[in-house]
């Protein structure tokens, strides 16, 4: 009996990892993301996930495999790293990459706040490393 529940309890802890690899429904949308699928040499980044939606900026500008993805459904969102972790596509950015050319984040992040910053200057967007990957 005690080995089935280690299994079964095994199973389940497994299912649960999974299922937060994976994603979660629009409608649970984080506050805040922690971008640390890929941190290697820098800290991790704490991405305000609610200030970028209050900023009326579409769901599909960052979750671009999924263009009639809106706030609040029961639609499931993967993570980043489901599909920039490991890339099944050669032309896909791989996170692991840490140039600004062929990291996904920096390519979308930075592109997406230089062009902001371009358009307005007195709007405030991170644009340098420490911006966004604090000192520990």
Do not use: Y
Not at 58 to 64: F, G, V
Not at 94 to 105: H, S, V, W
């Amino acid at each position: 009996m005690r080995k089935l529940l280690v299994v079964c309890g095994g199973f389940a802890v497994v299912l649960l990892a999974a299922s937060l690899a994976v994603g979660a429904p629009a409608k649970q949308a984080p506050e805040t993301v922690k971008i640390d699928d890929c941190a290697a040499k820098r800290a991790a980044v704490e991405f305000p996930h609610a200030k970028h939606v209050a900023g009326g900026i579409s769901c599909a500008t960052c979750h671009h495999t999924q263009a009639d993805l809106k706030a609040g459904t029961d639609v499931e969102v993967p993570t980043c790293g489901s599909c920039h972790n490991a890339p099944e596509k050669a032309t896909t950015p791989k996170c692991a990459e840490m140039g600004l050319t062929k990291n996904p984040f920096h390519i979308s992040c930075l592109g997406c706040h230089k062009e902001t910053v371009a358009k307005d200057a007195t709007k405030k967007a991170p644009t340098k490393c420490d911006d966004c990957h604090p000192k520990a």
